[in-house]
Each structure stands twice: as structure tokens, then as C-alpha cells.
């Protein structure tokens, strides 16, 4: 069964530690990311961006794997389905589609539509249960070709849309999408500090976490993140240990052109990722 992303990110919040959405391209992604929330004992946000559910045939399509998955795998932990950086017809299709979570991202619109946009959304969430991510200041690099500079939120913003009732909070505090440039500046806790002040318990959003020092993802725990998110990381992994396998000629030896075992070093990769991410955030033993 999906459920909501409130409750488990309430108690994140309440128990200073924070959930991981983990991004999905596929079937091995997936599995490798439910099998590990479950090893872990802990609860798991599965991400999905738009251009991810294109590829995956659709946001039906991921619907019945994931559910499937949850049922065949016997998983237990609570999961959440959550669309990544939705935009306003996105985010309607998500719904119809069975999501148990919505990112609707307007943070690249006009405030005032971003605004609109967010209410007429939390009274739809609202009605069905789902939990409703809001964006406020662009988060930078690059998602599904939309590129941001890496601003600050401004915390008066995000009162104002945290007060209409959304279920978490994304704002922009200097992280970005994808690698981060050797010249970063790091997070900007002063920020984060403005807006957790202003936004009070809602729990917050920490986008592009791949690359970001351990010492500051704990501050940013600390100082009322409760939800951070993994994409680039995985890719990285599966990546170097697909090549790895390549290259060592093991695609070339008996039946290693099988892709159950072409991709099964990514898949584990992907597993000890996942498992390192968890034990980072604090969330193993907190299903
Ligand atoms: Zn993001």
C-alpha cells in the first residue's frame, strides 16, 4: 500500500532525522530501493520527475510496478509514490493516476501563480489524502532541462505559501540539481534558519543532495529538514559499477550478457547507496 509522505515526515521532524526520496528511472531501481528501505527498517519516498514517468511508460505504468513491488516484495515500511517537480498538469495526472504524494513546482512562476496554483492544489490533496510538496526560490543545476541559479528563498514567501497548508516545504538555501562545482559555496544555514523561523513546523525539503558534505546535511537536519532528496547519487553509482563490469570483460564471459546479470552490480550499487543515504539521514529503524 502507498501512503501519504505526512506522517512519516512529521516524525522525522519531531525525531530530528530525515526521510529519503530516492528518484526512480526503472524496475531495477526500484526494487533495489524498496528491498533496501525494508533491510533498513525504514520509511522511503520514491521520487518520480516527469521525464522519468515518460520514460517509464507513464504515470499509470509506474503506479501498478510500484504497488505490484510493494505486494510481491512483501514490503511492509511505509512508502510513499511522489511526484518530482510537477508541473500544475503533472501533478493532475499524478493524482488521477493513484500518487500518494505531489511536488508541484512553481517556484520558476510569477510568485502570485505560484501561489494560486499551490492553494488550488492543497484543497485537492486535502480531500484525497495525498501530501503536497511546495516549492519556493528555484533550486539550481539542472531537472528535466529547467535550469535555476541556486537563489535563496525569501522567507516571507515561504510563510506565505507554508500557510496555505501544504505538507512540505522546498526552498532554495544555495543547493542545486546534479554534481556540485568544485567553487560551491556550501549551504547557506542563515537561510534556512530565516525561513524555519518564519514557516514554524513545517517540515523541510533539502533538494540535490548528492554532494553534499555529511557535516552539513546533519545541520540542515538539525535546523528542521526533514525530507532529502537522492537522484544524481544513484546514477553515479550504477554507472561506474555497469562500467566496471564491462570493462573487465564480464558482459563477454559465459552468460554475462544476461541482463539479470549485466545489471545486477548497479542494482547492488544502487542498494548501498541507498543504505548509506539511509544511515546518513538517521531514518534506519524508524518505519
Ligand atoms: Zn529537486
Request: glycine residues 12%; aromatic residues 6%.
Amino acid at each position: 500500500m502507498l501512503v501519504s509522505a505526512k506522517d512519516m515526515l512529521n516524525k522525522a521532524r519531531d525525531g530530528k532525522y530525515a526521510v529519503g526520496q530516492f528518484n526512480i528511472n526503472n524496475l531495477e531501481w526500484t526494487k533495489a530501493i524498496l528491498q533496501t528501505a525494508q533491510e533498513q527498517n525504514s520509511p522511503v519516498i520514491l521520487g518520480v520527475s516527469e521525464g522519468a514517468g515518460k520514460y517509464m511508460c507513464g504515470y499509470k505504468t509506474v503506479v501498478g510496478m510500484v504497488k505490484g513491488m510493494i505486494d510481491s516484495l512483501g514490503i511492509t515500511v511505509p512508502v510513499a509514490l511522489h511526484l518530482d517537480h510537477g508541473s500544475f498538469e503533472g501533478a493532475k495526472a499524478c493524482i488521477n493516476a493513484g500518487f500518494s504524494s505531489i511536488m508541484f513546482d512553481g517556484s520558476h512562476l510569477p510568485f502570485e501563480e505560484n501561489f494560486a496554483k499551490t492553494t488550488a492544489l492543497v484543497n485537492t490533496c486535502d480531500v484525497l489524502g495525498l501530501s503536497l510538496e511546495a516549492e519556493v526560490g528555484a533550486i539550481g543545476g539542472e531537472e528535466d532541462g529547467v535550469v535555476g541559479m541556486g537563489e535563496c528563498a525569501d522567507p516571507e514567501e515561504c510563510k506565505k505559501i507554508a500557510d496555505l497548508g501544504v505538507t512540505m516545504l522546498a526552498a532554495g538555501i544555495g543547493n542545486i540539481h546534479g554534481k556540485y562545482p568544485a567553487n560551491w559555496a556550501g549551504l547557506s544555514f542563515e537561510t534556512l534558519e530565516a525561513i524555519k523561523a518564519k514557516v514554524g513546523d513545517m517540515p523541510l525539503v533539502l533538494h540535490g543532495g548528492t554532494g553534499i558534505p555529511d557535516d552539513q546535511i546533519k545541520k540542515a537536519i538539525s535546523l528542521g529538514v526533514a525530507k532529502i532528496n537522492v537522484n544524481t547519487e544513484c546514477q553515479l553509482v550504477f554507472q561506474e559499477a555497469t562500467r566496471k563490469y564491462i570493462e573487465a570483460g564480464k558482459d563477454l564471459e559465459g552468460k554475462g550478457f544476461d541482463p539479470r546479470k549485466l545489471l545486477a552490480p548497479g542494482f547492488e550499487a544502487i542498494k548501498a547507496k541507498v543504505k548509506e543515504k539511509m544511515e546518513i539521514f538517521g531514518s534506519v529503524g524508524k518505519a
